[in-house]
């Protein structure tokens, strides 16, 4: 059974930068790609970007395409987002995921951006 353990949020000012690392246990998640999704106070969730397996392939969403960055590390079962030019907008708890199936989500990680 796969666990997804996500960390590196916290407190930034707008312009910042953060560096968010989700970490697989349970089960080598290099044949699948994996996806960063946020969800925002009294918003719906927003998928956030995808890095295909292999890392060759990476997609994001408009609202974050130029500021954020997603790898991955097959090596250490690992995947991140680095996160810059960050707005109060990009608020939000994230999550990393993996469609194995069935889709397997962390717990989340707060990032708060401050203005």
């Known amino acids: 059974q796969v666990q997804l353990v996500e960390s590196g949020g916290g407190v930034v000012e707008a312009g910042g930068s953060l560096r968010l690392s989700c970490v697989a246990s349970?089960?080598?998640?290099?044949?699948?790609?994996m996806d960063w999704f946020r969800r925002a106070p009294g918003k719906e969730r927003e998928w956030v970007a995808q890095i295909s397996r292999g890392g060759g392939v990476t997609h994001y969403a408009d609202s974050v395409k130029g500021r954020f960055d997603i790898s991955r590390d097959d090596a250490k079962n690992t995947v991140y987002l680095q996160m810059n030019s960050l707005k109060p907008d990009d608020t939000a708890v994230y999550y990393c995921?993996?469609?194995?199936?069935?889709?397997?989500w962390g717990q989340g990680t707060q990032v708060t951006v401050s203005s």
């Open positions: 349970g089960r080598n998640v290099s044949d699948y790609s």
């Open positions: 995921t993996v469609a194995l199936p069935p889709t397997v």
